[in-house]
């Protein structure tokens, strides 16, 4: 090993709002923020997502090949379809109906995201 992930970061427009919607989609806090910068982490000494403030950030448009995703992440629940209406209340846009149970969602900022069944081997998320 070389090294270790300490955040995985996302361009934006807005770091604050975009941190909001991830704190609330995965039930993380804001555990840094800055006028440019901000990070949702279990907690301060734990790696997690960071938002990167970039005013001339151009949102990917998937699937146009032309406008790449740059990164997705694959988010687990319980209920697809229960948590669907839940993420829509954050500020995500539907895209498309990505397979068997699957959707894929744009973040605020344009980035994409699928809500995916948790897999049998996962604890329950809800609770």
Known sequence: MIGRLHHAILDCPDPAALARFYSQLLGLPVTYQSEDFVVVSRDTTTSG??????????PPRWPDPAYPQQIHFDVMVDDVAAAEPAVLALGARPLAVAGPGHRTYADPAGHPFCLIPRP???PPIAG
């Open 49 to 58: 997502l960071a938002f990167q403030l970039v005013p001339e950030h151009k």
């Open 120 to 122: 049998h081997w996962a």
